[in-house]
């Protein structure tokens, strides 16, 4: 079992920056590729962001390319969503997920770990 817990959410203005943590405890999560996702209201989950735990391998959304930064600290067991020049369209419940996998994985049905999820709010 995989244990994950997000922190680092809050209220921001647009423009500015906010850095999401995943902290993974349970076992080690080499050979696991990791994920951040957000749900806004209304809508379905997306993911945001992707990663192998080597970092050798990334995808991200197209919204956020250039402006978001998926990262791992294996000493720590973490993974960080780096978030710059955000925009009210980017307020969601932002979850971690991890899945034992060498590939990327892009569907939430892919992932069977699970944060709680933490709330990132973007005034205009």
């Known amino acids: 079992q995989v244990q994950l817990v997000e922190s680092g959410g809050g209220l921001v203005q647009a423009g500015g920056s906010l850095r999401l943590s995943c902290a993974a405890s349970g076992r080690t999560v080499s050979a696991y590729t990791m994920a951040w996702f957000r749900q806004a209201p209304g809508k379905e989950r997306e993911l945001v962001a992707t990663?192998?735990?080597?970092?050798?391998?990334?995808y991200y959304l197209d919204s956020v390319k250039g402006r978001f930064t998926i990262s791992t600290e294996n000493a720590k067991n973490t993974v960080y969503l780096q978030m710059n020049s955000l925009k009210p369209e980017d307020t969601a419940v932002y979850y971690c997920a991890a899945k034992y996998s060498i590939k990327l994985l892009l569907r939430n049905t892919d992932y069977n770990y699970w944060g709680q999820g933490t709330q990132v709010t973007v005034s205009s």
């Open positions: 990663i192998s735990w080597s970092g050798g391998s990334t």
